[in-house]
């Protein structure tokens, strides 16, 4: 693999100036300012503009102002006309379309698809500012603003439709974004190199539809087009039938394990040589091979109507994610074919100081006169260390965006971030809220071999067991939490990532470095589940896991005179689940004392495998067969909502449902009032959660009136009430760690 040009190593387009801007425009009046008659891209979003590392529009902004390009800021356009997508002119380059940190249609329905009464990306949490589909939306627009001006679109929702997909709001596959949108291109991932290279292309007159040799990129060519005459095309547009009728190649391997070999060469009568290519020799052939090869993956006319093929080309697409030895993909759409190139390479910890290390004015753009923009309040105070997740859980679109890859941080510039906060910040008391990604642990994690990387393709590095390979040390992290405390200023450091607990049992140091220092009482944990049957769906560890890692967070916890508990995460309905799996998770629950308040079912999301389970009923995380094990999947409102009850088995609402259901299924054992039954079997109508909690705290006010004392009611917000806290997985409209909500 040929090393990559650093992205920073661009000779810039325009002098600088002395001074950055304060923040981006998003006026005429503001380009003015700037002396700025016109600007080289103009960014299209979906979220209120805030000048902060954690929002995708303000890096690719501040990564291209430093590329010495001009660049504007068009925020929650009203697209109801073309009218606001002409506020800052006609782009020299192109406009570059998001809908935001978060898929447009996640963002704005629920997992049941009901509309969200609000939105954490918008100032006042004001629901109803984007379009649902946005990148759509916002592409035809600005093409009808600017006739003939190129089209670049990108981030999550962008990555996660760049083939045929299936869309749960819709119920039906989809075809790739990039037809519906007219688009140019699509930048897929973590975006700053190919961003950089295309955006100076471009600045050097070159044609948008002439840049075909992008890593990370997407884009519609006449059917059967190739980069060169030597490319290879394996076909995968069928699935194996019983029986040898004809040799196929394997689409589910990259190639033989075998190079040209010089002894098959014609030689003189009695001589023979042979001639071993050594390991390295076969690697360099392989990946040589791979890099002209692309998979035709089953066209969208097929796909859209046949699950089974659906679940094929996704078991085919998530094999060739490993930037290291994928192939190009290319899809069928009608008459003309949708290319992807191999995804990005991961950036170096250079590039990455480089990225975050940029002038971010660290606020909302002073237009919105202060509203609170409930997403910006949330991470104003948090540093992002590393990007990418190896977990590959099934139902989570972080691997299908960032890579399996840990991209980290240096110790240096993390900390020279965090003294910004605590130097130029508003409103900061010392408190870091976070010190994490999308997970809180991986921070500097990564195949020991460089080769052993290049060539895997198993779809996580901790799933069914932690890879051999994988270095799962977590004394640079330590290091990183101690000094960080050391800073002066600085008073606490939580850790508001999730973490993977099943990395964290291998470093005891690490839990008591947690639990000593930095957790306010209570810890995010997922388990997802307990069952192992849904387990494997999700590719999550044994519930054992989380047990080994619960009891030594416990003792680290007494040890350093703490009072402090697990809140624990689990989805309902997800593929794979019985109402049995469902009831043994309750009992679970029950057993352990864990009251949960808010709690998630599973949401399809494009891309995901765990959506193709949903779709196909076929796992694609084996090998795809017209007769495979079908997959239990809870499609039904009723049944998910009995799902999700099993989940809150102590909230009155539930009560009636779940004793319907035991009784029906042969359990009606569990209906009682002592300590051992799951729900009472009081006959009278479900008391609200409200009226019972009014009722709790009219009870208290009584003991307390009478001059007795009355324990604390379990709530979100009490710590006190230890394991009866509430896990929060659907906070309206932010993302969790999984990027889902």
């Not at 606020?363 to 910006?376: K, Q």
């Not at 799933?463 to 606490?492: F, M, Q, W």
């Not at 399809?604 to 495998?609: E, F, Q, S």
Request: proline fraction near 7%; hydrophobic fraction near 35%.
């Amino acid at each position: 693999m040929n090393q990559p040009q650093h992205i920073f190593s661009y000779v810039p387009r325009q002098v600088r100036r002395a001074e950055k801007a304060p923040f981006l425009p998003m006026t005429r009046e503001e380009m003015e300012v700037l002396g700025w008659d016109a600007c080289d891209v103009i960014l299209v979003t979906g979220d209120a503009y805030v000048d902060h590392p954690s929002f995708g529009m303000a890096i690719i902004g501040r990564f291209l102002e430093a590329q010495g390009f001009r660049v504007g800021i068009i925020s929650q356009p009203d697209w109801r006309s073309a009218e606001a997508f002409r506020a800052l002119g006609r782009p020299r380059l192109y406009f570059g379309i998001t809908a935001g940190n978060m898929d447009s249609m996640v963002n704005r329905y629920t997992a049941e698809r009901k509309i969200r009464s609000d939105d954490a990306y918008t100032p006042g949490g004001m629901a109803g500012r984007r379009p649902d589909r946005a990148v759509l939306v916002y592409s035809q627009r600005a093409r009808e603003a600017y006739p003939g001006t190129t089209i670049v679109i990108g981030s999550i929702e962008a990555s996660l439709r760049r083939v045929a997909h299936y869309d749960y709001w819709s119920d039906t596959v989809r075809r790739s974004v990039l037809p519906d949108s007219k688009a140019d291109i699509l930048l897929y991932g973590n975006a700053e190199r190919a961003l950089a290279e295309l955006t100076h292309r471009l600045a050097a007159g070159e044609k948008v539809e002439d840049i075909r040799d992008l890593r990370g990129t997407a884009f519609m060519v006449p059917r059967g087009w190739k980069p060169a005459d030597d490319w290879l095309e394996v076909d995968s547009t069928r699935i194996d039938t019983p029986g040898k009728v004809e040799q196929h190649k394997n689409p589910y391997v990259s190639d033989q394990d075998s190079a040209p070999c010089s002894a098959d060469e014609e030689k003189p009568a009695g001589e023979k040589v042979i001639n071993l290519p050594n390991r390295a020799d076969k690697i360099a052939a392989r990946l040589k091979q791979n890099a002209q090869t692309t998979v035709r993956l089953p066209a969208f006319e097929a796909v859209k109507d046949d699950p089974v093929l659906y679940a094929h080309a996704s078991r085919v697409m998530h094999l060739e994610s490993n930037p290291g030895n994928a192939r190009a993909l290319v899809q069928a759409h009608a008459d003309r074919d949708v290319w992807l190139n191999p995804p990005p390479l991961p950036l170096s910890m250079e590039e990455m100081d480089g990225v975050y290390g940029l002038p971010f004015a660290r606020a909302p753009h002073p237009s919105y006169d202060g509203l609170r923009i409930p997403a910006w309040e949330m991470i104003r105070f948090s540093v992002n260390i590393m990007r990418g997740c190896f977990g590959g859980c099934t139902f989570c679109s972080i691997t299908e965006h960032e890579g399996r890859v840990i991209q980290s941080r240096s110790e240096p510039s993390i900390l020279r971030e965090i003294e910004e906060i605590r130097d130029h910040t508003e409103g900061f008391t010392g408190i870091i809220s976070d010190l994490g990604g999308p997970s809180a642990n991986m921070y500097r994690m990564n195949c020991r071999d460089d080769n052993v990387q290049r060539l895997c393709r198993r779809l996580s590095c901790v799933y069914p067991s932690i890879c051999v390979n994988l270095d799962t040390d977590h004394s640079k992290l330590i290091s990183l939490y101690r000094k960080a405390r050391e800073l002066p200023g600085i008073k606490r450091i939580f850790i508001g990532s999730g973490l993977r607990y099943d990395l964290a049992v291998r470093s005891p140091e690490y839990i008591r470095e947690l639990a000593a220092h930095h957790v306010g009482g209570l810890l995010k944990i997922a388990p997802e589940h307990t069952e192992e049957n849904v387990l494997s769906k999700m590719m999550k560890p044994g519930i054992g896991a989380y047990e080994e890692f619960r009891r030594m967070f416990e003792r680290f916890s007494r040890e350093a005179g703490k009072e402090q508990y697990l809140v624990p995460y689990f989805i309902a309905a997800h593929p794979g689940t019985t109402d049995e799996d469902m009831l043994n998770l309750a009992l679970w629950l029950k057993k352990n004392n864990f009251r949960l308040d808010q709690v998630q079912t599973f949401m399809p999301t494009p891309l995901a495998i765990a959506t193709t389970m949903y779709h196909s009923r076929k796992n694609p995380l084996q090998k795809i067969t017209k007769d495979a094990e079908p997959v239990e999947t809870v499609r039904k409102g009723p049944v998910r909502r009995l799902h999700k009850a099993f989940l809150r088995y102590h909230d009155p609402d539930n009560w009636q449902l779940l004793r319907e259901w035991l009784r029906r299924n042969g359990r009606a054992d569990l209906i009682g009032n002592a300590p051992h039954h799951l729900v009472p079997a009081w006959k009278s109508a479900p008391v609200s959660r409200h009226q019972s909690q009014k009722g709790q705290r009219d009870k208290q006010a009584a003991t307390s009136r009478a001059g007795g004392q009355a324990k604390p009611a379990a709530s979100p917000g009490n710590a006190k009430a230890g394991k009866f806290a509430a896990g929060s997985r659907q906070r309206k409209g932010v993302p969790t760690r999984s990027g889902r909500k």
